[in-house]
């Protein structure tokens, strides 16, 4: 019913730069907090990035100084510059968003399909 596409994932060196993109589309009523999370192999997934409707934002300490968040809410975007990459950023990178669905009842948590970091000399 609701679809999150990310882009922007590739092969950077260290020290580059990449900018992540996760639009929402399909049946939405509204959108609250958004984030991005990544799961490297062998570790768990964990919490990268996140931000509320109101542009409130939360780092993990690894990314603090090198990530920023941030929301189009006109385009149901939400968006991750990654700036400085570190080998030990590899991973998949997954976007997550609270939706109000119809009819309108319940918030639900829906997930991208993943894009693919690799931070590599």
């Known amino acids: 019913q609701v679809q999150l596409v990310e882009s922007g994932g590739g092969l950077v060196q260290p020290g580059g730069s990449l900018r992540l993109a996760c639009a929402a589309s399909?049946?939405?009523?509204?959108?609250?907090?958004m984030g991005w999370y990544r799961q490297a192999p062998g570790k768990q997934r964990e919490l990268v990035a996140a931000?509320?409707?109101?542009?409130?934002?939360n780092y993990a300490d690894s990314v603090k100084g090198r990530f920023t968040i941030s929301r189009d809410n006109a385009k149901n975007t939400v968006y991750l510059q990654m700036n400085n990459l570190k080998p030990e950023d590899t991973a998949v990178y997954y976007c997550n968003a609270g939706v109000l669905v119809p009819p309108a009842a319940f918030e639900y948590a829906f997930w991208g399909q993943g894009t693919q970091v690799t931070v590599s000399s």
């Open positions: 931000i509320t409707s109101g542009a409130s934002t």
């Open positions: 399909g049946r939405i009523v509204s959108i609250n907090a």
